[in-house]
């Protein structure tokens, strides 16, 4: 049921966000000649479009997310290792069947632990990158909704994961991937 | 973003929930039970014996509500056969709330340095700090969220009683935070939205000049609310929020002696050891991923948020300490949307929690000091019970003279820490200046406490009804500091049995009375 109302809500958002055209906010420039790295979803072909982009734009990009064949997807479901099914509260204090237990209080603290985790080796997973690749920048692009009317993007600098770019973008049937690419990476490099 | 804030942030659930509420101030009866101790040192008597005084001078001062002190609770738990517990089980806290009607209950755990300590080996002294420290686990529990908050407070001994009010005073209803987070904060969020309204997430923070340190988003995984819910409850170093649960089973269970092999003692052994890192050991693991957090971000703060109409909450955590200092469950948004949601959530996030001015504090300290600099045993009050005047005309109940001052200070000894001034010299001081009920002015008092050292009297008269045949027992109780009357009441009880029950009741006004006395000190 709350996985319906998500959806439900993310369509609504979607929907009510067409009204207006571009919204972002940048708190740094992301200059010429910096190493970064592009998350993406989508096909390979799509991929190397939107990396074509940003090597015009004098973007060092690294290899990454795009160096076999495969899409994330296709080969490892990351959301799926998340989601361990904690579908129900392990504690229920009206339910007598569920009040004891040791093992549900190990589980529970298992389980708050592992979410704050996830997030923490996600981190430490990105800023790997920094150390193994050179990459000052992660860019996240999706244009996976790009048949419903959207794109959004987000720059993050990898030294502290600060926030320096999130962007907003409703598409028109007049759009394609290398104006929206390019009006995106013209804003990261004025900075305002 | 530029367009403006969560305004545009367009999210709308169909489902029309009421918006959240917000309850500033906890009102009602806040009652005070047990506070344990390891043992019986004067800090933590002076604790017991304080901490119920200047919390009510606080909320008094604060306007929240009414303090229960720990005698009338207690007789109120006995009668109804509850035990005397620091932590309740849930169905126990049931039965207290309608006791104090869905008011709060207030115990504690008292934790000191051992005065001596020998080593492993028996022989020298093992080495306790020069400058001893004292925690206290301070135990809120709400009859009306039924959420209970506890306050791990390290503090001097000098400044404990301080620091307890100082943590205690700000709590409202399903809400806490220990300080403001505000704009140019750096801060980690964890919020369960997809990529486009987190973004307007995102700029409506950038918008309020947050320093963000992604870590929601910085993939393209997305939580979704349920998986939130086993964060509302959360054990920290500083303070937890939790629902009160069985607590009498969280202990390894035994191996069972039918499946006692080596493999199975082998599993036996890896769950006993998780056990203990994870249910012993939570907080301790919770920290260390904190400061992993702060130490790849720089963040300040991570902030959890459940946008969920009813049945969102807020979680802070300082990254720097490793433990909560904000929890909120409920918001005073203007609907239960999303957008709507969040929005009182960050501006929740900087309304800073209403307490005391912090002279009222400099002066609820200086009169704790005061009152640890006065009297007997390291600021205990040393009061002095002399017998009772025998106004019977009747040889029948002279033995009731000494006995009743005697079961008095036996009944006050169990509800109230104080030291009984010199019993012969009181008697002898007493018998000298008091010869008649009209002897007692604030000349003779003046004289009595000079000579006793004693900083309340108690005594009074009893006599006889002659219609009813009752025995009436008028109890005194003199400032003696001030040279004046504080309390007293006249009580009715027939000589039998009934008569110990009277005198539970004229020790309880005492105490009460003096409690008062001490307060109207401060005002």
Sequence with gaps: MKRILFVLGAALILTACRSTRNNYVIREPIPKNSNIAVLIEGENDLKNAVFMEFMRGGYEVKAFNATDFYTTDDVLDVKSLKKTAFVTNLFDPKNSQRQVAVAD????????????????????????????????????????RWDAGYTWARAIKLDNMQLVFVQNLNVSRKDDVKSVVASMIDIMQKGK | MKSQGLTRFCIFFSLALSAGTTGLWADGTTAIGLFSRRGETILSKEIILRFPIFLSKAYTRAKKGR??????????????????????????????????????????????????????????????????????????????????????????????????????????KDRYL?????????????????????????????????????????????????????????????????????????????????????????????????????????????????????????????????????????????????????????????????????EAMVKEMQRPMVTLPEEQF??????????????????????????????????????????????????????????RANEKLSLEVGGKLFKTPADVNAKTLKEFQKATGADYL?????????????????????????????????????????????????SQGIVQDIFSATQSQTK
């Excluded at chain 2, 802070?316 to 203007?334: E, H, M, R, T, V």
């Excluded at chain 2, 040393?382 to 009772?388: E, Q, R």
Aim: charged letters at 25%; proline letters at 4%; hydrophobic letters at 35%.
């Design chain 2, 458 to 506: 108690i005594f009074g008269f009893y006599s006889v009804d002659p219609k009813t045949g009752n025995l009436s027992i008028d109890s005194k109780v003199y400032d003696l500091v001030k040279q004046k009357g504080i309390g007293g009441a006249i009580t009715e009880s027939p000589v039998d049995v009934r008569l110990f029950n009277s005198v539970d009741e004229i």
């Design chain 2, 178 to 342: 220990a300080k403001p987070i505000a704009g140019g904060s750096k801060i980690s969020v964890i919020v369960p939205l997809e990529g486009v309204s987190l973004n307007d997430f995102y700029g409506y923070l950038l918008g309020h000049n947050y320093d963000l340190r992604v870590l929601s988003g910085n993939d393209m995984s997305v939580h979704y609310l349920n998986e939130f819910e086993p964060l509302r409850d959360i054990d920290s170093r500083r303070i937890s929020y939790t629902t009160p649960k069985i607590v009498d089973d969280f202990s390894v269970p035994p191996l069972s002696a039918a499946g006692d092999n080596e493999a199975n003692r082998e599993d036996y052994n890896e769950f006993a050891a998780l056990w203990s890192k994870k249910v012993n050991g939570f907080e301790r693991e919770l920290a260390r991923t904190l400061s992993g957090i702060r130490t790849r971000t720089s963040a300040d703060y991570l902030i959890v948020l459940r946008p969920d109409g009813k049945k969102s909450f807020a979680r802070g955590f300082d990254l720097n300490q490793g433990g909560l200092i904000w929890f909120q469950d409920s918001f005073p948004a203007k609907s239960s949307s999303t957008s709507d949601m969040l």
């Design chain 1, 105 to 144: 209080k190990v589980f529970e603290n298992i389980y708050k632990l592992h979410l704050f985790n996830f997030e923490n080796l996600k981190a430490e997973m990105l800023q790997s990158l920094q150390k193994r690749l050179g990459i000052r920048y992660v860019i996240l692009l999706s244009l996976s």
């Design chain 2, 67 to 172: 303090v229960m002190y720990p005698n009338e609770f207690a007789r109120l738990r006995e009668e109804q056969k509850i035990e005397n517990r620091v932590v309740y089980k849930p169905e126990e806290y049931e039965k207290i709330s309608r006791l104090i009607d869905g008011g709060h209950l207030v115990t504690g755990e008292i934790f000191e340095y051992e005065e001596k300590k020998k080593d492993e080996e028996g022989g020298e002294e093992a080495v306790v700090p020069e400058k001893k420290y004292v925690y206290v686990r301070l135990h809120h529990y709400d009859c009306s969220t039924r959420k209970l908050v506890t306050f791990n407070i390290y503090s001097q001994p000098e400044t404990i009683l301080v620091d307890m009010l100082r943590n205690i005073l700000p709590l409202e």
């Design chain 2, 362 to 419: 400099q002066a609820i300290a200086e009169e704790k000091d005061r009152m640890t600099a006065q009297g007997a045993s390291g600021g205990l009050a040393s009061v002095a019970i002399l017998d009772f005047y025998d106004r019977t005309n009747t040889v029948l109940y002279t033995w009731l003279s000494s006995s009743l001052s005697a079961a008095i200070d036996h009944s006050m000894k169990r509800i109230f820490e104080y030291d």
